[in-house]
């Protein structure tokens, strides 16, 4: 049921010069969504009309809208003086107060006399003094708790393969397949939300055939709504769901940049903890197939500045696995950030059912000459580079990064100082992304080993092209991290 | 409360005069080489898709021209559309030439977007093409702010949304139908209901069969019409660009037609299980150039033997195009770094 409170006024802009159509209710007319206006200011129709509202909402199928036409008695917000609006208009609406309305009534109806709605009234007044000044006595908030309850607690623990278990061979979006899949089985709470999840099994395939395993009331399709679909899962997962959305291209989450980072992110904080919104998001980033500058973005140092989001971005299969368990088994909001390039990838994927910890980088190359530091697809790259780069002699040592919300700081400065020398390496764009964060956290912890200027690789600072050519010229490749690499090294006193 | 209500609807007249009043017949002919243009030249596309020359994306507008034509017809050269990832159509009709389409399919510096955007991005700036935009919807508020645009400026231009049915389901949609009421922008939303969203049926994505209405919450005059019916779509859209032109506002039109091939790449994708075989065989039968070439011949202003040489011409237009694109450069690396922001 929607209550539309029309009061008239946008902060100070009159909604009759910003509104078309007879009505705000009509607009139900276009959705099949019942809908009414009432007098919002008569407590008695809109306590009627909310009750048979109710019952509609409850016995139908249809959602209602109830256009409650009522007035802003004061202005906006404290700043806002209120000069602006007509004060004949003003006298009108303030003579059909709804107070007094009412209070009138009862009168009138001699359902109590004045004498006891006066005493109502005192008594309404004093709780409220009471209140006020019980709040003016309490201490203010300690400045500690600002940092507390960013994240919800509850993960479960680490549950790492010991290094005996049998693996399977598994592509990548096989991979996070099973670790859906276990989800719903395990527990109904689960469901997948997204564009064409069902019958075709997600842009990427990653959904398929989930569809026939669970039916359409768990493998949800959505219209085109990116906005909608993270709104709507946010409120199920505040509803005691345990949403899996999917956004079809990374590109896209900007379009529901609101829900995600004004709202999943911070309700647990705002509200000290008492809300949680246990939500993972699907999505895929990544250029290198021509699909040009709005199907290539890598927004995943973009979201890493928004805290109270987890930002996981998976390399291996068993790491896309063990994480994503992670990542539906907690409470938190979660991004998780698949790559294009990598879905097709087969690797090997423990049987046993392994729990990766959040915010834990692995070291994928072991070597003494220099660290690559990476996540995702780069982490493919830097593999070719380091064996480009052994036959020139230099042994690279990789760190994948596996997630960067929480952030792994520690093994990328603990490798760094082994290697005394480390090139970072992204697919966004070069400037305030991973490798600077990464860069300014190793001087601090490390400043003292290093031995060599730590340098980046990411996409230039413009949008993707389109022409192979061009992709090519501004995204990272093996060449230009083995040729950074060299730089490095050739710095070194 | 006042609300912006008043509506005057243009398209009760096109109701009243619909078969009768027939488009002249030079426009016919215009109609029919435009449609043909841009099938040939998608049918090459699509070809070079599947042998991967181009390895850019490829959403096929097969099937649906009658739609472009019919409301590019109706617009002079500096109106402006705007275009989705679905947009060779749009482009071409609008005068956008195919030398540049094919250069850009192929990520060539002679493209229209200099091999920069690939097929979902195309411009031409000199015929009323400011550029196409692949991401759902992002068509409908920038013509309405080149309407604004041209409102403010007083040049007597009309803006053109193109957008597919699941374009209405973003927010933008609305915010923007909203705005074009309250300032009687000069655009037109044309919505194209090929039935599917990619691989969802509009039925499953709404709750009725009535996209029309989407106008009417706001006042906005909507009509539902045929838009396999190239005629007809000429028709409503001349008298919503009309509408526009004289200063009475937006206007939308729900054009139902049908995309031949899948969301996106050559195949046809009978088997994905999504679409039966037999609705993709109906609307195959109501081909919106096949019926148009039946009307031309039944009012003889055309003959078997000139469709047959228009066809011929327009190949040898597309292989001129295709070869000009294989002989050109790929974009020189040194312009990388150009126009992130504009150059003084
Ligand atoms: C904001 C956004 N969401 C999702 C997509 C992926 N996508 C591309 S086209 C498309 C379907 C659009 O359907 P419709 O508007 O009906 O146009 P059609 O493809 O049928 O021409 C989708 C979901 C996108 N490009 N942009
Ligand atoms: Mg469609």
């Not at chain 1, 997962?237 to 980072?261: H, K, N, S, T």
Request: hydrophobic share 40%.
């Amino acid at each position: 049921m929607y209550i539309c409170e029309n009061n008239g006024w946008a902060m100070s802009t009159p909604a009759q010069e910003v509104s078309a159509g007879r009505s705000f209710a009509r607009r139900g007319e276009a959705y099949g969504i019942l809908y009414k206006t009432i007098d919002g200011n008569d407590v008695e129709e809109v306590f009627d009309n909310v009750r048979a509202a109710i019952t509609m909402v409850l016995h139908g199928e249809a959602p209602t809208l109830l256009e409650c036409r009522t007035w802003r008695v004061k202005g906006h917000s404290r700043s806002d003086q209120n000069l602006y609006r007509d004060k004949m208009l003003e006298q009108e609406w303030l003579a059909s107060d709804p107070l007094q309305r009412l209070r009138a009534e009862i009168l009138q109806r001699k359902e109590a006399t004045a004498a006891d709605v006066e005493a109502v009234e005192a008594k309404v007044r004093q709780h409220i003094g009471a209140a006020l000044e019980k709040c003016r006595q309490l201490p203010p908030a300690p400045a500690q708790t600002a940092f507390e309850k960013v994240y919800a607690p509850a993960y479960p623990a680490a549950k790492a393969a010991p290094a005996s278990a049998a693996v399977e061979q598994k592509a990548y979006w096989q991979a996070i397949q099973e670790a859906l899949c276990e989800a719903l089985d395990r527990d109904e709470r689960y469901f997948i939300f997204g564009e064409d999840v069902a019958e075709y099994g997600g842009c990427f395939k990653v959904t398929r055939g989930m569809l026939k395993r669970y039916g359409k009331g768990r493998i949800v399709n959505t219209p085109v709504s990116e906005a909608g679909i993270i709104g709507l899962a946010v409120g199920a997962a505040m509803g005691g769901l345990r949403p899996v959305a999917e956004i079809m291209f990374m590109d896209f989450i900007l379009l529901a940049a609101d829900q995600l980072c004004n709202h999943a992110a911070k309700l647990h904080y705002i509200y000290n903890g008492q809300v949680k919104v246990p939500l993972v998001v699907r999505t895929p980033m990544g250029g290198y197939r021509g699909y040009g500058a709005t199907h290539s973005q890598c927004f995943d140092s973009l979201l890493m500045k928004v805290p109270g989001l987890r930002v996981v971005t998976p390399w291996s299969p068993r790491d896309a696995k063990g994480l994503l368990r992670t990542c539906l088994a907690g409470d938190d909001p979660v991004v998780f950030v698949e790559h294009k390039a990598l879905y097709g990838t087969i690797g090997p994927v423990p049987t046993t059912d392994e729990y990766l910890p959040l915010g834990q980088a692995a070291i994928v190359r072991e070597g003494k000459d220099i660290t690559l530091c990476a996540n995702s697809y780069m982490v493919s790259l830097c593999l070719q580079a380091a064996e480009l780069l052994a036959r020139e002699g230099v042994q690279a040592e990789i760190v994948d990064l596996r997630c960067l919300a929480p952030l792994d700081r520690d093994t990328v400065a603990k490798s760094a100082a082994k290697t005394q020398a480390l090139v970072i390496v992204e697919e966004g764009p070069l400037t305030l992304g991973l490798g600077a964060e990464i860069a300014a956290s190793v001087q601090e912890l490390a400043f003292g080993y290093l031995d060599a200027p730590i340098l980046r690789v990411a996409a230039a600072d413009t949008p993707v092209p389109s022409a192979p050519e061009l992709e090519r010229a501004v995204l990272p490749s093996v060449e230009k991290i083995a040729a950074t690499v060299r730089r490095a090294l050739a710095t070194r006193g | 409360m006042l609300f912006h209500d008043e509506m005057i609807d243009p398209f009760q007249a096109c109701q009243a005069f619909a078969s009768a009043s027939a488009v002249d017949a030079d426009l016919q002919v215009r109609l029919y080489t435009l449609m043909l243009k841009c099938r040939r030249a998608e049918e090459r596309a699509a070809e070079l898709a599947e042998t991967r020359e181009v390895g850019c994306p490829v959403h096929l507008y097969l099937g649906q021209e009658a739609v472009s034509a019919g409301v590019c017809t109706a617009l002079k050269t500096e109106d402006q559309v705007f275009g989705t990832h679905r947009s060779h159509g749009h482009f071409l009709c609008k005068g956008g030439g195919l030398r540049p389409l094919f250069a850009e399919l192929l990520g060539k510096a002679t493209g229209c977007a200099r091999g920069r955007g690939g097929s979902m991005h195309l411009i031409d700036t000199s015929c009323g093409i400011p550029g196409t935009t692949p991401i759902v919807a992002a068509s409908i508020p920038m013509a309405a702010g080149a309407a604004l645009a041209n409102k403010m400026k007083k040049n007597g231009l009309v803006a053109v949304a193109f957008f597919g049915d699941g374009a209405t389901e973003e927010g933008v949609f609305h915010e923007t139908m909203v705005m074009a009421a309250i300032w009687d922008l000069p655009v037109v939303f044309i919505c194209e209901n090929n039935f599917y969203a990619s691989h969802l049926p509009l039925k499953d994505r709404r709750k009725r069969d009535n996209l029309a209405d989407a106008g009417k919450p706001y006042s906005i005059p909507s009509a539902r019409i045929d838009g396999n019916n190239v005629l007809e779509v000429h028709r409503y859209a001349r008298a919503a660009v009309e509408h526009a032109r004289s200063g009475r506002g937006p206007s939308f039109l729900e054009c139902r037609t049908y995309r031949w091939r899948g969301h996106v790449g050559p195949a046809w994708e009978w088997n994905l299980g999504i679409r039966k075989r037999e609705e993709v065989e109906e609307w195959l039968a109501r081909c919106p150039i096949r019926a148009l070439e039946q009307q031309l011949l039944a009012q003889k202003l055309m003959r078997e033997e000139d469709m047959t040489a228009l066809r011929q011409k327009i190949d040898e237009e597309i292989e001129d195009a295709l070869a000009f694109a294989r002989q050109s450069p790929y974009p020189a690396m040194d312009t990388l770094l150009r126009h992130v922001y504009v150059e003084r």
